[in-house]
């Protein structure tokens, strides 16, 4: 797939590997908002699921699907890596 190819021509590396190209030269406000913004998300979202689940289901759940990743796993953190990569990067200019 796309996502998965190090060497891809048109965007020279994967997402996460040019995410942390951008991490390491952006200002680092920008990228300390930004990823503080992704650890409030997921702090709600464990929030929401140990509500609705329980703590212990929800750390099963979430053991099942972090080591036995799917390709859907695999590209939506392709597509998160992207999204802030470029949440970074219109902020920087």
């Given at each position: 797939?796309?996502?998965?190819?190090?060497?891809?021509?048109?965007?020279?590396?994967?997402?996460?590997?040019?995410?942390?190209?951008?991490?390491?030269?952006?200002?680092?406000?920008?990228?300390?908002?930004?990823?503080?913004?992704?650890?409030?998300?997921?702090?709600?979202?464990?929030?929401?699921?140990?509500?609705?689940?329980?703590?212990?289901?929800?750390?099963?759940?979430?053991n099942k699907m972090c080591y036995l990743p799917?390709?859907?796993?695999?590209?939506?953190?392709?597509?998160?890596?992207?999204?802030l990569t470029a949440n970074i990067l219109t902020?920087?200019?």
């Amino acid at each position: 797939m796309f996502f998965d190819d190090e060497d891809d021509i048109f965007t020279g590396g994967s997402p996460k590997a040019k995410f942390f190209d951008i991490v390491y030269h952006a200002n680092r406000n920008l990228v300390e908002n930004e990823l503080d913004k992704v650890i409030t998300r997921l702090c709600a979202l464990e929030e929401l699921l140990e509500e609705k689940m329980g703590e212990e289901k929800m750390e099963e759940e979430l053991n099942k699907m972090c080591y036995l990743p799917s390709k859907e796993l695999e590209n939506a953190k392709a597509s998160k890596y992207m999204e802030l990569t470029a949440n970074i990067l219109t902020q920087n200019e």
